[in-house]
């Protein structure tokens, strides 16, 4: 399993020093966004799995021109294009995206994304995410700070239905960020700015 220590520091090489740096910042919206782009009322607490599955082989074949970087199985990949780029420890197989989750908390288990905005990016990119059959969401957060010397097992957390990525010069907001899945299964995760979007299916598990 490849999964990314929330409390470690990222040792991932971003390859674009033009790339404007945006950490994930959280707010509590009102409303969420449906498969069908239809408005629904915020997500209740998810229904977390006791464990975590193993990653399905089955999800739809990922779009080819959301998916870049070095040929797998390097760390190198990354989703999105326009606004917004996602960097995390994806992989591809068989034409299909996958990503593996580690820690168990409120939220789901846990990886870490890293999103940033591109150059000339709107202002804030929102970002929502739903597991395809249940249609239970993913959840975007960040580690609180920690509260002992010596950190806590499970890392406490706190995260939203949705998040926003904005200019972290600007917002204050600080790495690393959080994506957490209530259990394994086939997902999208969908990008929305004014005037443009993507949306990336992936396979999530251990």
Not at 101 to 124: D, E, L, M, N, V
Request: hydrophobic fraction near 40%; include cysteine.
């Amino acid at each position: 399993m490849r999964y990314m220590n929330p409390a470690a520091r990222s040792t991932l090489q971003l390859p674009y020093a033009a790339v404007l740096c945006a950490i994930l910042a959280l707010s509590a919206p009102t409303a969420a966004v449906s498969a069908e782009g239809a408005m629904l009322p915020l997500s209740p607490l998810p229904r977390v799995a006791p464990s975590l599955g193993r990653t399905p082989t089955n999800c739809p074949i990922a779009n080819s021109k959301l998916v870049h970087g070095d040929k797998p199985p390097s760390s190198g990949i990354w989703i999105g294009t326009g606004a917004l780029a996602g960097y995390s420890l994806w992989e591809v197989e068989n034409h299909r995206l996958t990503l593996t989750f580690g820690t168990r908390t409120t939220y789901g288990y846990a990886q870490k994304i890293f999103w940033q905005r591109t150059s000339g990016a709107p202002a804030q990119v929102s970002l929502y995410g739903w597991n395809l059959r249940t249609k239970q969401r993913i959840w975007f957060g960040n580690p609180l700070p920690e509260a002992h010397p010596k950190p806590l097992i499970p890392l406490p957390v706190v995260a939203w239905s949705s998040g926003l990525v904005r200019d972290h010069f600007v917002h204050n907001a600080s790495a690393p960020t959080l994506a957490f899945v209530p259990s394994s299964g086939c997902y999208v995760i969908k990008a929305a700015w004014q005037g443009g979007g993507w949306s990336a299916v992936f396979g999530a598990g251990k």
